[in-house]
């Protein structure tokens, strides 16, 4: 099983709301990570869970928050979200670094 | 942090050509890996190839780490092989992060 897998698939939400995005992965992976997707653009990092510790946050703003419950739960909290916010979120998860990465299928989330 | 550059931005193709995207790195690395990310956006890895030759079906890759690049190679292309192609690359050890070329975007034309 090489599967990860991300809730909801898409979520629109309001610059007021607070919602969540839910990433799962059962392979024993110590790694995992959040990436964010512009149109036309590559994945850019966010943020990498180590041992469900945080190690590295890419000077992300705060209405992005994470959380890792437990080593196969990922989550990503979003709060007082701006337009500009709306991109394909990505969760990803590895054994370590140097070894293979694998990603989910994506979060499309529209902020209006 | 390392440099990835992919080439060519865009590409296209006849059905059935053959055609082969370059990845270049500034630095040595433990993982290089392969992506074809689909018109729904999701990432399938291809081929994890830090070095050597992989082959699966129409597609193989080369990475050559003393000369820092990595070739993908698509032959008999079809339309499905639509998309964006990653090239994506960390330097091992402690470090987690996974850096992404701008990648390649190839239409295929039936």
């Known amino acids: 099983d090489t599967e990860v897998t991300q809730t909801p698939k898409h979520l629109v939400m309001g610059m007021t709301n607070k919602k969540s995005l839910k990433c799962e992965q059962h392979?024993?992976?110590?790694?995992m990570y959040w990436y964010k997707q512009k149109a036309k653009k590559p994945p850019e990092l966010m943020f990498v869970y180590s041992y469900e510790k945080l190690s590295i946050n890419e000077s992300v703003p705060s209405r992005f928050s994470p959380e890792c419950p437990n080593s196969s739960l990922l989550n990503l909290h979003l709060h007082a979200l701006q337009p500009e916010d709306s991109a394909l979120y990505l969760c990803a998860s590895r054994q370590g670094s140097g070894n293979t990465i694998y990603f989910g299928e994506g979060s499309w989330l529209t902020v209006v | 942090g390392i440099q990835v550059e992919q080439s060519p931005p865009d590409l296209i193709l006849q059905e059935g050509a053959n055609s082969t995207l370059r990845c270049n790195f500034s630095?040595?690395?433990?993982?290089l890996q392969w992506f074809h990310q689909n018109p729904w956006g999701q990432l399938i890895n291809l081929f994890y190839i830090p070095s050597g030759t992989k082959q699966n079906g129409r597609l193989s890759a080369t990475t050559v780490a003393t000369e820092r690049y990595s070739l993908l190679y698509i032959s008999s292309s079809q339309t499905t092989d639509s998309g964006v192609y990653f090239c994506a690359v960390d330097s091992g050890g402690s470090n987690y992060k996974l850096t992404f070329g701008k990648g390649t975007l190839l239409t295929v034309n039936p």
């Open positions: 630095d040595s690395v433990n993982n």
């Open positions: 392979m024993g992976h110590r790694a």
